[in-house]
């Protein structure tokens, strides 16, 4: 499964990217997210591996992230990997006008096991998170200026 979302973020690139590019303001425009765990290679960098646990509904997952290219504000590409999942996010950010950055996501998902036929029968709701987490970073963003 493929699918684009993008979002238009009223502030400048620079000050996009330096809120996006940060690890402590994941907690602040993901509240699903419990907990984000360097595990290996440099921080934040191409190669690094990071364990996330995130709170759905009433049960817990558990992803393993991994920076496969970075070159911001132009790409910004990640693996997620948790049990039955395999998606990969490319990320890329626009300078629509000098106070407006555009976000476009793409991503690309592949299922096994049971997620199959989670991914059959709601296809629609993974476009819907994808977009819900672009929308509360613009929120996040905009708010701290």
């Known amino acids: 499964m493929k699918y684009t979302n993008e979002v238009s973020i009223d502030l400048q690139i620079k000050r996009v990217i330096e809120l996006f590019d940060s690890e402590e303001n994941l907690f602040e425009w ?38 496969t290219h970075k070159n911001l504000p132009e790409a910004f590409n990640l693996v997620y990997e948790a049990k039955g999942v395999w998606n990969e996010m490319n990320n890329s950010f626009i300078e629509v006008e000098p106070s407006k950055t555009k976000w476009v996501s793409h991503s690309e998902f592949r299922f096994a096991g049971f997620m199959k036929l989670i991914a059959f029968l ?10 819900l987490a672009l929308d509360r970073f613009k929120l996040f963003a905009e708010s701290k200026g």
């Open 122 to 131: 709601m296809p629609g709701s993974f476009k819907k998170q994808s977009q």
């Open 30 to 67: 993901q509240p699903e997210l419990i907990s984000f765990e360097h595990l290996s290679g440099n921080k934040g960098e191409v190669g690094a591996k990071s364990k996330l646990l995130y709170k759905m509904g009433k049960r817990e997952v558990e992803m393993t992230e991994t920076i």
